[in-house]
């Protein structure tokens, strides 16, 4: 009931699962489960259709736990990432295993409740005794989960957070898969804002943890790249209405909008900007523009929107294809990021376990230090002394007359960015 | 016909007794037991009105002469006992259907709609009435009886005088054309000239037919204008007779009429 | 301009504060009882708006009579299984089954629809009319017109016909309006109906301007409260000039300070007119 559940509930921090529009929203309902705990058995035995190549993997398995939120506020987004976790042991059991031995995951339903997340990791490491672990969903979970790892000296792998305080707590073996929140618009600020010579920001973000970071990053490379920040506005999380700062980013005329927010702000900042005539010639938004409700949420309203993006299906990076159709064959939907980023978690545990030939928790946590490596991400997992993530590169996507485009960087680019965004009343 | 018998209602002279003992009453109370929660209030009281009649109850305070009314009006229930209307028992409904029934009730402190008008307090009054065409003559009527409301109509109620919102109260009743009207010290707390006025409209009402059950502070006056009396003591019959009657009497005068 | 922008935007955020506060106030009058669980009826409203919408894509406005209707049903129906319990309590009996009831409704939204925050984007009713410069929204507008309307049917309920005259006369003095014949059973079941549908309608028009999920009730029952502190306890119009006032109130603290402020400030400013006024615009001393 406290101000801080509203804060974890809008959590779900890296893309806030929020679902606006009609259309998208009536089956999700059905889609929650009550919060039993899922205990995801051994499944490739029963259906995969093992390579020929590999021989069968042989021998105990090699249990990973991991507790995922995949009922209660962030329930939607973490089911993609626990289908992720599901779809990798299919297919490594069908491949021959890890160290030639089958994997078993144990999956736990935190509920989206961080307490419950810290003991659940507790349990999988001291009652289940699994043999390794992968990271839950959500920074809120995932900075109560890091202490009971740590502590047990499991490595952690970060498939599901952002927040850059989690690698600010000295942890020895906690590792992010993703760029950290502060990284968002760094992009956006550091080469496109600066490519079109814009000179002024307004900065708007929720006083929550998350959309702060992002806003904070953007905020920091805006004095990197000698923009000035003409407004910056902190509103609270239930917050319904912002007219009256757009009201002063309006007199401000600033050259970019930027959102730390999550989808329903987003929403709500780009309606109001509208109905005010607040006419930037770049809107961005640290959630929402990579989402598809954003779009249906506001239809032709959505268009000329920037926003970061984690990954994207369409991107050229090694194995990605596939990553994308087995899910798809699978799991009969289209993953979203959060499945890519728990894919990523799960190779690069794997290949820290083969590298280090042997369950060894410190040989792993080594090699995790060291590796740098591809995954189905942009960029290449590489992380810094603290853990955390350097080598991944945040996309940017931006709405185009209806469907997305992904405008950078520009080796991945699909399409061209198109900017600036034209005033409210010149738009068809 | 008193519960623990000691104190049987002592009837006095039997034979100047009350003008309509013959005929049905009109309302009935028959050993009547009520309390307010732990506290019993009512110990088998009994008492009849005839039509036509006004009937006053009197008694020291703390006697039960409210706790009658209120629950002859279904305000309070009573633990035992039956109280009959016309012959049938209306024991155990809820005010609005006693009201419905026809029995008016005029509660103690003269308590108007206050953020209402004089004309919206009588409307109230005629909430029962169903054909609403004819709660514009009821108001007439009303106003001849009580011309100060008449010129009053559109005022809020809480801005009258006492002894005003006490005539509003008295007419209020009167729309829902009650065939009994129980009253619950009509004259308490009002300046000398309204409590003449009181009296003086009791007076029109019997007049004018009006059956009536009253319960005042100020027996002698109240008494002056009755058929017959009660004289109640914690919660018990004590004496009944006719008005006069009690008002000869030396043990209620010594006890109740303060001479 | 700025300042008179700002104005009318506190002004039109102001309507659907009082068709809210007016159902509060209603529900209070009649029965005594604090409803905690009135932003919950609003949740309610505004859920049952966006799946009208969600299922037929037709216009949103269609959805609210319909919306209404059915929680003056089901106000009715909550108020004879739970509120009625309670009628005549001490107030603490009143507050634990509202609160009660506020925290089983909200968790209940939560497992059906989860915190994700909806909103009703209808195309015609985004962006805004300029008039003399000034942006006003069409949907706020279109929500204040309706607030304003249902508000003001509701005031000439209350005044004019005779049942809106029993509601009133119910709230000034229960056991008298009994004795004229009033049956306020049925009173405090028809001003729970009503003050239900009003909350419910007030969500519909939060759908339409505002996104929501399930907490969402919180939020608005806040402002309903000192709304209902600042107009004056069981005042109709004291509340919907409270409303307005909290609504320019927030708008300019906003656009003064920061929106994270502007809270802080509008209750800060209502405390100071409070001290002047203790019983607010148009409080009446309980008798």
């Given at each position: 009931m406290s101000r801080k559940t509203t804060v974890y509930h809008r959590g779900s921090e890296e893309t806030a699962p929020v679902a606006l529009s009609r259309r998208t929203l009536l089956g999700r309902a059905g889609a929650l489960g009550v919060g039993l705990p899922l205990l995801a058995r051994q499944s490739a035995s029963a259906q995969g259709t093992p390579s020929p190549a590999a021989p069968p993997p042989t021998g105990e398995p090699i249990t990973i736990g991991a507790s995922i939120s995949t009922t209660g506020s962030n329930g939607r987004t973490g089911q993609y990432q626990q289908e992720a976790y599901l779809l990798w042991e299919e297919q490594k059991n069908a491949a021959g295993g890890v160290l030639g031995r089958p994997v078993r995951m144990v999956i736990y339903d935190d509920q989206s409740d961080p307490a419950t997340g810290a003991r659940l990791y507790e349990r999988l490491i001291t009652e289940d005794q699994v043999n390794l672990i992968l990271g839950p969903y959500a920074s809120s979970v995932t900075q109560a989960v890091a202490q009971v790892t740590e502590r047990y000296g499991q490595p952690l792998l970060v498939a599901g957070a952002s927040a850059g305080e989690i690698w600010e707590r000295g942890y020895r073996s906690v590792f992010g898969v993703y760029s950290i929140a502060q990284d968002y618009?760094?992009?956006?600020?550091?080469?496109?804002?600066?490519?079109?010579?814009?000179?002024?920001?307004?900065?708007?973000?929720?006083?929550?943890?998350?959309?702060?970071?992002?806003?904070?990053?953007?905020?920091?490379?805006?004095g990197?790249?000698?923009?000035?920040?003409?407004?910056?506005?902190?509103?609270?999380?239930?917050?319904?209405?912002?007219?009256?700062?757009?009201?002063?980013?309006?007199?401000?005329?600033?050259?970019?909008?930027?959102?730390?927010?999550?989808?329903?702000?987003?929403?709500?900042?780009?309606?109001?900007?509208?109905?005010?005539?607040?006419?930037?010639?770049?809107?961005?938004?640290?959630?929402?523009?990579?989402?598809?409700?954003?779009l249906e949420t506001l239809g032709p309203d959505a268009n000329f929107v920037l926003g970061p993006s984690m990954w994207e299906p369409e991107i050229e990076t090694e194995g990605n294809a596939d990553f994308l159709a087995a899910y798809r064959a699978k799991w009969s939907r289209d993953p979203d990021y959060h499945a890519a980023t728990g894919y990523a978690g799960c190779q690069i545990l794997e290949a820290a376990v083969t590298s280090a030939g042997e369950i060894n928790l410190e040989a792993i946590t080594e090699q995790l230090f060291s590796l740098t490596m591809p995954t189905v991400l942009p960029g290449q997992y590489q992380v810094d002394e603290t853990g955390k993530q350097t080598g991944h590169i945040p996309l940017t996507v931006q709405w185009q007359e209806g469907a997305k485009a992904l405008v950078a960087p520009e080796d991945l680019k699909t399409g061209d960015l198109v900017l600036p965004t034209p005033p409210w009343d010149q738009r068809g | 016909m008193a519960a623990d018998g000691a104190q049987a209602q002592s009837v006095q002279t039997q034979s100047a007794a009350a003008p309509p003992a013959n005929g049905a009453p009109l309302l009935e109370l028959r050993d009547v037991d009520a309390s307010y929660g732990k506290v019993q209030i009512l110990h088998a009281a009994s008492l009849a009105i005839?039509?036509?009649?006004?009937?006053?109850?009197?008694?020291?305070?703390?006697?039960?002469k409210s706790t009658v009314l209120k629950a002859v009006m279904g305000i309070l229930r009573p633990t035992t006992g039956q109280i009959l209307f016309d012959g049938q028992s209306i024991t155990g409904l809820r005010p609005d259907q006693i009201v419905r029934r026809g029995i008016g009730y005029v509660p103690q402190g003269r308590i108007v709609f206050r953020d209402m008008t004089v004309a919206e307090n009588l409307e109230m009054g005629a909430f029962t009435i169903a054909d609403k065409g004819r709660v514009r003559p009821l108001m007439d009527r009303v106003f001849t009886v009580f011309p100060r409301l008449g010129e009053r109509r559109t005022q809020r109620a809480g801005t009258m005088s006492g002894g005003e919102q006490q005539m509003l109260a008295m007419g209020r009743v009167l729309m829902s054309e009650p065939r009994v009207v129980l009253m619950d010290e009509p004259s308490l707390g009002l300046a000398p000239r309204f409590i003449e006025l009181v009296f003086e409209k009791i007076g029109e009402l019997k007049e004018a037919g009006m059956t009536l059950l009253l319960v005042e502070q100020n027996a002698a006056k109240s008494l002056s204008i009755s058929d017959r009396g009660y004289v109640l003591e914690l919660g018990r019959n004590r004496f009944t007779g006719s008005g006069p009657d009690l008002l000869a009497d030396d043990r209620v005068r010594r006890l109740y009429l303060g001479g | 301009?700025?300042?008179?922008?700002?104005?009318?935007?506190?002004?039109?955020?102001?309507?659907?504060?009082?068709?809210?506060?007016?159902?509060?106030?209603?529900?209070?009058?009649?029965?005594?009882?604090?409803?905690?669980?009135?932003?919950?009826?609003?949740?309610?409203?505004?859920?049952?708006?966006?799946?009208?919408?969600?299922?037929?894509?037709?216009?949103?406005?269609?959805?609210?009579?319909?919306?209404?209707?059915?929680?003056?049903?089901?106000?009715?129906?909550?108020?004879?299984?739970?509120?009625?319990?309670?009628?005549?309590?001490?107030?603490?009996?009143?507050?634990?089954?509202?609160?009660?009831?506020?925290?089983?409704?909200?968790?209940?939204?939560?497992?059906?629809?989860?915190?994700?925050?909806?909103?009703?984007?209808?195309?015609?009713?985004?962006?805004?009319?300029?008039?003399?410069?000034?942006?006003?929204?069409?949907?706020?507008?279109?929500?204040?017109?309706?607030?304003?309307?249902?508000?003001?049917?509701?005031?000439?309920?209350?005044?004019?016909?005779?049942?809106g005259k029993a509601i009133r006369a119910t709230a000034q003095h229960a056991e008298v309006a009994q004795v004229c014949g009033i049956d306020v059973g049925r009173v405090r079941l028809v001003s729970f109906g009503l003050g239900s549908a009003m909350a419910a309608t007030a969500g519909s028009l939060v759908a339409i301007v505002f996104t929501f999920n399930p907490?969402?009730?919180?939020?608005?029952?806040?402002?309903?409260?000192?709304?209902?502190?600042?107009?004056?306890?069981?005042?109709?119009?004291?509340?919907?000039?409270?409303?307005?006032?909290?609504?320019?109130?927030?708008?300019?603290?906003?656009?003064?300070?920061?929106?994270?402020?502007?809270?802080?400030?509008?209750?800060?400013?209502?405390?100071?007119?409070?001290?002047?006024?203790?019983?607010?615009?148009?409080?009446?001393?309980?008798?």
């Open positions: 618009f760094r992009d956006i600020v550091l080469n496109i804002a600066t490519a079109q010579g814009y000179k002024t920001a307004a900065v708007m973000y929720e006083d929550t943890i998350f959309p702060t970071s992002t806003a904070q990053g953007a905020i920091a490379h805006c990197e790249a000698g923009i000035e920040v003409v407004v910056e506005e902190q509103y609270p999380a239930e917050a319904t209405d912002v007219s009256s700062a757009l009201t002063r980013v309006r007199d401000a005329a600033p050259d970019m909008l930027i959102g730390g927010s999550y989808l329903p702000d987003s929403v709500l900042i780009t309606r109001q900007a509208k109905e005010l005539g607040v006419n930037p010639k770049l809107f961005a938004f640290s959630v929402g523009a990579a989402q598809p409700d954003f | 005839h039509p036509g009649e006004v009937v006053s109850i009197i008694g020291p305070n703390g006697a039960g | 301009m700025d300042l008179l922008q700002v104005i009318v935007s506190g002004l039109l955020l102001g309507g659907v504060y009082a068709l809210l506060a007016a159902g509060l106030n209603l529900i209070f009058g009649v029965m005594r009882v604090i409803n905690l669980a009135h932003g919950e009826l609003l949740m309610l409203g505004a859920y049952a708006t966006f799946f009208f919408y969600d299922t037929t894509g037709l216009n949103p406005l269609l959805a609210i009579p319909l919306v209404a209707a059915a929680m003056f049903a089901g106000g009715m129906v909550l108020q004879r299984l739970t509120i009625e319990r309670v009628v005549g309590q001490p107030l603490l009996s009143s507050l634990l089954l509202t609160f009660g009831l506020s925290t089983l409704l909200t968790g209940v939204a939560l497992n059906l629809w989860t915190t994700n925050f909806r909103s009703v984007v209808y195309e015609p009713l985004t962006g805004s009319l300029g008039i003399g410069g000034l942006s006003i929204s069409r949907s706020r507008l279109v929500a204040f017109a309706i607030a304003l309307v249902v508000s003001g049917a509701t005031y000439v309920f209350l005044r004019r016909s005779t049942w907490e969402i009730g919180r939020v608005f029952i806040g402002k309903a409260f000192a709304i209902i502190v600042l107009g004056g306890l069981g005042s109709f119009v004291g509340a919907f000039l409270g409303a307005l006032t909290l609504g320019v109130t927030e708008t300019l603290a906003a656009y003064y300070t920061s929106t994270q402020l502007s809270e802080a400030v509008a209750y800060a400013v209502m405390v100071g007119v409070l001290l002047v006024r203790p019983s607010g615009f148009f409080g009446q001393a309980e008798s």
